[in-house]
């Protein structure tokens, strides 16, 4: 409504006939949800093609910091196949899922798009993205690969794999080595399982130190040790009596101040906000976020510690980061050799030294680089990492969407006011999580 | 937004009025064929003057409107219909879904969530649409006298309507967080933190705060231009009767602006039951805790976006919010017909 369009006297001329034209085109503006198609018209039959031609590359927030390793990988890559061209896209992480969704509406998904499993799943259904395994060239890159990563972009109902693995990471806990010292703790012992976080944010919590931005994800069930769904993916199962167990704990901590608090309401934008403030003491972060500290916040990386997420039962959480092939793709042959290209041992290898992640790609956590390294906090972590990683799993359920997710923390914040106890709130996230996933 | 604002400006003057008054008043015997083309007159006038110039055909005032009637088609009655359409399926963002009766609404009566984007989107309309309606008149009365230097108020007030509501909400954001400056002051003045942002109700009324605030320079705008036409004469009667500045403003000033009134009332309860940004921003993307602060449209967007949106049930909800619009415009307009009777 801008006021330029609007005369004063406007309110005299108004007549109920014309109510309806204001009651429409209100609703006009605000019904803008536009239609959408599917299907898989045209692309390029298989990748069995000659390498070359134009494709489209797009990474999910890596330009602010890697511009220039990305840069020097296509130029690689244009050199060795000649006459190819990549164009480089970047997207912010925030609203990723808009993005991919508004792109393969539009049947315009570039040709190669990096995706994780969750978001994999729902392009793989709808035809978006091109099965690895039916194509004899793309299938052939499987032996470059660990088999769990492989194995990650398989979809549940669906035949094949969708992603060529590119890099992984554990999901670190970030600690504020400051304020550990200011309620006792050691800064040189971060907790290591679910006990010892909550036993250190009563502690915490008594100095009126917040220990987390965020109420428990679906990730924290996975890591203590609680039977998310069950073995075919049609239901989700954490309402057992683990993931009460671990509720109840959660409740106490937020009972007892141990949780900030918009917690309720944050997500990891804002809790890594929070943490860069210094009002939490503990953050679950990416891999990503220590150069960021580094250079934004260099007071506080200093005190920062770096750890493993806690972990009950051995096996870590595992994110999966990949490389899709659009199917509508012109030049899928081009698209795979350059996905290859990019998750090769080499440039995995290269990309995981500049930053804090770790290649896909077999033999890889073998080199010394992921067995020895140095003295510093930054080298004994990912040495212990790249070990924990050969038993990680990734929890994420690829079928859980976003507002599945939101149902998990609606109800875990009903818990946390009371409404509801944590057996109630969790089976009834359970049975409404349930309702949605039929409806898939 | 821009199509609210275009539909109540004022109409364009109709083609026809537009003739030269030279037209003949006896009707030409091919008047019955020609008389819906808006050249008729023109042309029949040139016909008398012996030469027959054609200045336009019949379809030239298409031609005119042909851009403004894609764009409106293109990107307002196609969405709206394929909304309506929609309502009806289990459309997702990446499949077209097919047809599936009543069962989205079936399900919206069904849905928590629902009734509580109701419950705010009405609470929204309740709380800010009599600020709106009055704050601004009272701002309007103080600056629309002529005095030295009132310009630079008349612009400091206007200035949160031309900011971003992005950059407004995250400014008041900062603003309220448990360590920011409101609290501050309030720790300092020694009283308890109070929890803007953690509140389900504070949060509501954080947002309902600056929504009142944002609005306040434009609808002031509105009511300048209307006190203007509030006629001096009435106020000197009133004064000569010995009514005060109360009095006077009771029985003249707002009898004289009722119809902005009823204007501005109008656009503001439809602009707050429509609230997104301020309560998205002051509550974050889930709606708050436990999604207590949802509103409708809010709602919309996270059903209906993402990868697996639900596009249908989106629509659905659309739909009623709709409905619901209309019959609070309708409600409002019917309010000022029966005062005037």
């Known amino acids: ?440 | 937004m821009n199509s609210t604002a275009s539909a109540s400006g004022p109409p364009a003057p109709s083609a026809g009025a537009a003739g030269p008054p030279s037209a003949p008043s006896t009707p030409s015997p091919d008047s019955p064929a020609s008389s819906g083309s808006p050249g008729s007159r023109s042309s029949r006038a040139a016909r008398r003057g012996g030469a027959r110039v054609r200045t336009h055909r019949a379809h030239s005032p298409w031609l005119f409107l042909l851009p403004g009637l894609l764009i409106t088609l293109a990107f307002n009655i196609y969405p709206f219909v394929a909304t309506v359409w929609k309502a009806f399926t289990d459309a997702r963002t990446l499949t077209p879904g097919s047809f599936v009766g009543l069962d989205n609404f079936q399900e919206m009566l069904a849905d928590e969530q629902f009734w509580i984007g109701l419950r705010n989107s009405f609470l929204y309309v309740a709380a800010v649409v009599p600020c709106t309606v009055v704050l601004p008149l009272l701002l309007a009365l103080l600056v629309h006298k002529n005095l030295p230097g009132i310009a630079f108020f008349r612009s400091a007030f206007y200035t949160p309507v031309v900011a971003s509501v992005v950059v407004v909400g995250l400014i008041w954001v900062w603003m309220l967080d448990d360590r920011g400056l409101v609290n501050a002051v309030i720790k300092t003045l020694g009283f308890d933190t109070v929890p803007f942002l953690s509140d389900r109700w504070l949060i509501l009324l954080s947002a309902m705060l600056v929504t009142v605030w944002k609005g306040l320079g434009y609808y002031m705008i509105i009511y300048m231009a209307a006190l203007g036409n509030v006629p001096r004469e009435l106020h000197e009667a009133a004064s000569v009767d010995g009514a005060g500045p109360v009095r006077r403003f009771l029985s003249v000033t707002v009898p004289g602006v009722r119809n902005t009134m009823v204007l501005v009332g109008a656009l503001s309860s439809v602009a707050a039951f429509r609230v997104f940004s301020e309560v998205f921003l002051m509550a974050g993307p889930d709606g708050g805790p436990a999604g207590e602060d949802t509103t409708l449209v809010m709602l919309i967007q996270r059903t209906g976006t993402g990868l697996s949106g639900r596009v249908g049930y989106a629509s659905a909800i659309s739909l009623v919010m709709f409905v619901i619009t209309m019959v609070l415009l309708l409600a409002v307009f019917a309010a000022e017909r029966r005062d005037k009777k």
């Open chain 1, 1 to 440: 409504m801008s006021p330029a369009q609007l005369s004063p006297s406007a309110g005299r001329l108004l007549r109920p006939a014309s109510v309806a034209t204001i009651a429409l085109g209100t609703a006009l503006s605000l019904t803008a949800l536009t239609g959408c198609s599917s299907g898989s018209g045209g692309g390029s039959s298989d990748a069995s093609g000659e390498v070359k031609g134009k494709i489209t590359f797009q990474t999910w927030n890596l330009r602010a910091e890697y511009k220039d390793y990305f840069n020097g990988l296509i130029a690689d890559f244009e050199k060795k196949y000649p006459g190819t061209k990549v164009r480089w896209i970047d997207k912010p992480a925030d609203r990723y899922a808009e993005t991919l969704s508004a792109d393969a509406a539009s049947e315009n998904l570039p040709d190669v798009v990096n995706v994780s499993p969750d978001k994999a799943y729902p392009l793989a259904k709808a035809g978006a993205l091109m099965n690895l395994s039916k194509d004899e060239t793309a299938a052939k890159a499987e032996k470059q690969y660990m088999p769990e990563a492989w194995k990650g972009n398989e979809m549940p109902g669906l035949d094949g794999v969708y992603g060529f693995p590119w890099y992984l990471n554990t999901g670190p806990l970030f600690y504020n080595k400051r304020l550990f010292e200011k309620a006792g703790l050691d800064g040189d012992k971060p907790p290591r399982t679910y006990e010892e976080l909550f036993s250190y944010g009563e502690k915490l919590a008594k100095k009126k130190v917040a220990s987390l931005g965020t109420a428990p994800a679906i990730e924290d069930f996975g890591r203590y040790g609680v039977e998310l769904m069950n073995k075919d993916a049609t239901e989700f199962t954490y309402n057992n009596a683990k993931g009460v167990e671990l509720l109840k704990k959660y409740k106490k901590l937020y009972e007892q101040g141990g949780l900030d608090g918009q917690a309720m309401s944050a997500g990891p934008e804002k809790a890594g906000e929070k943490f860069e403030q210094e009002k939490i003491a503990m953050n679950a972060g990416g891999a990503l976020d220590l150069t960021s500290f580094k250079e934004n916040q260099p007071q506080l990386y200093k005190n920062i510690g770096l750890t493993d997420a806690p972990n009950n039962n051995g096996h870590p959480n595992m994110y999966v980061m990949s490389l899709g092939i659009s199917q509508t793709s012109e030049n899928k042959s081009t698209a795979v050799a350059f996905a290859r290209f990019v998750t090769n041992k080499k440039n995995q290898e290269s990309f995981a030294h500049k930053v804090a992640v770790f290649p896909s790609t077999k033999g890889s956590l073998d080199e010394p680089y992921w067995t020895e390294g140095g003295r510093s906090p930054e080298d004994r972590v990912r040495v212990s990492s790249a070990k924990l990683l050969k038993k990680a799993v990734n929890y994420t359920p690829v079928v859980m969407t976003e507002e599945m997710k939101t149902v998990l923390k609606k109800e875990v914040s009903k818990c946390f006011l009371g409404q509801k106890s944590p057996k109630q709130a969790l089976d009834d996230a359970v049975a409404e999580s349930n309702k949605l996933l039929e409806q898939v």
